[in-house]
């Protein structure tokens, strides 16, 4: 056998445990398909496949996959070749492991945790990222022949990206190698520093472990408990983060290391014996209760277990201890790669998913590796999609985005301007949606405005909340000069501007609110001739001179004249006897809920229209139509009837006073809002709110509790909310 043969001979070997026997000749073929073609990568690639075998416990489609690799990206393989000899499976781990690899990097220590998501969201696989786990893993342990500046840049993406997988992984082996290693190069001056005190303090540390465990050694062999115990320091890169998380000095860091004690036991008694081991301890040195941590009986997501405690020894020092099983150390040292020498036929206990199932895949049952026929698609931050911009720097929006809402993601100037996209080189439309990894450049104009049909296709709420504003803002200032126009037009034919000519301009055209009419003038949609007309006609001049004049007392005082009453059903009583099936309705114009003084109205049509004392019409139904005028009144009969009201609020645009006026109406009056249409400018803000209210001494006392709330300045009955 020559030495190529013994290379893929051993791989095989050592994978024996987690690969699959049809697995091994598409393992071999690939090898060999490797070293033909291209010889020089036939040793790289063997030392990462042994690293994927013995440090993550990879096997046969992900072993092969390493060896094809090298033929993908040199474009001597194509797709249609790997899927024609190795299948759809391995060609996606191949073809994902290629696509991770083109993501650029260079900023990732500064958006550390959506590099990661981004790398997730493109692995297909989860064996896509193991091997680049096991590829980064072999880059670090050959450092030395990199150049200073590759150097620096592999430790970077190891501290920032790859390190912190290790941990989700549970690889806590491969976790603190990747960070120990990243310190050295990137921090040097520290780890030097932090590495002489720890050798300073070398034999002392020795000697107080030495008496620490003494004791502790008497007990368990008293007990016939199989165990090792030893002292372990803390890593270097662990001590340095305790120093900056505890903002303090070395000297004050305590737990420099921690007591190890690793017990031999059968499956089933593994948290029993631990638990004894603990008891023994603990009546040897007082403990903790606040550090007891229980990782037996609730593993870590990670699926690690241990049971930690920590308590004051010699010296009065506080001392971790760590307790756990062979079994549990061999796991939480690497991971998957140890499970295998613990197969039982059925799950794993201490399998905790990790993003969404991955650690399930990884605790493979059957002791087969990563190899199950159920190994599927990874469906992690299916909702995310993370883009860069042209200088690399790192975004994270909704899935199904547009080009508009990364303008709007950058910047509210540039989404407010922005025209097209220019998507991986390719000029785009602002609609067109992105995809995970897209580099986007925004092209902007002066001349570029929001338009209302943006909000058709924009997804993220960012977004749509800056094109509503700058719609408002555009609308407000029309509104406003609208106003301007109608107020001078009215002038030139003297007609005085106020509440009344208002109301009646917009019945006259059917515009519920004023807003809307001045915005109808603005964009010329208002006939003026017609509102000259309006107010010409005899009626309306006797109403503009009369309305004034006559007060809701003077109303009463006109009413009492009338005959006395009779009962009308429900709520009702009206005074004439020859009215009494008449139907009756109470007026959109004034609202008139129970309580309020009211009176009655026969309409043209028939019918009777119930009107308050105080409606802006009164005044001109009593002076031209007395004797259509009809004396009404509630009865004392209570009713489940409900009345349509509207409120009027205005106060200061401050945090959280919106929730404060719902709190009152619908928790404090359990009263369900009907509409709630908002406005703010300059500081202030305008709230019309409209509710169904059983009589208007609820509606006195709603109005008050709500006056006496911080930061509104009024709240009033409004009578045009419909």
Known sequence: MNSIEKKITHIIDLAKH???????????KAFYSLHEALPSYTNTQTDTAHLAVNEIGLAGKALTSIFLLPLYKKKILTKEHIIADYGEKVFGIVNGVSRVETIDTTKSKFHSENFIKLILTQADDVRVILILLTKKLYALKNIEHLSSSEQIRLCEELSSLYAPISHRLGLYQIKTEMEEMSMKYLHYDIYKTIAKKLADKKKQREEFVESFIEPIKKNLEKENISFKIFGRPKSISSIWNKIKKSDTEFENIYDLFAIRIIIDSP???????CWHVYSIVSDIYTPNPKRLRDWISTPKRSGYESLH???????????EVQIRTQRMDDIAEKGHAAHWKYKEGEQATGSISWLASIR???????GKGLEEDSLSRMELYSDEIFVF????????????????????????????????????GKIVPLKHTLHNGDKIEIITSKQQNPKQDWLTFVKTSKAQQRIKK???????KNAEVGKEILARKLQNIKVKFGDNTIHSICKKFGYKH????????YNNKIDFTEIKQLFSEPEKIKLEKKSVSINSSEIEKRLQQTNDTRNKEDNLLIIEDSLHNIDYKFAKCCNPIKGD???????????????RLTCPNAAHMLNNYPYRIIKTEWTNKSSSHEFNVGIRIIGSDEIAIVNRITQIINHDFKIPIRNFNISSRDGNFEGLLSFYISNNTVLEKLLEKLRSIKGVHSAERYDSYA
Do not use: M
């Not at 399930?360 to 059957?366: G, K, Q, T, V, Y």
């Open 309 to 319: 405690t920590t308590v004051l020894g010699p010296e009065n020092k506080w001392v």
């Open 18 to 28: 987690v690969i699959k026997e049809r697995d091994i000749p598409f393992i071999k």
């Open 514 to 521: 004023a807003n809307d009419l001045y915005i109808a003038i």
């Open 360 to 366: 399930n895949i990884l605790e493979s049952a059957s």
């Open 597 to 611: 003084e009211i009176f009655g109205f026969i309409s043209a049509g028939g019918g009777i229209k119930i009107h």
């Open 389 to 424: 911009t042209p200088k690399d720097d790192l975004y994270r929006l909704r899935k199904q985005a547009t080009v508009l809402d990364f303008a709007y993601e950058i910047h509210s100037e540039i989404g407010n301007t922005c025209t097209a996209g220019k998507v991986n």
């Open 267 to 273: 499956r089933e008694y593994e948290k029993n014996l």
């Open 470 to 476: 700058y719609l408002y803002d555009i609308q407000y």
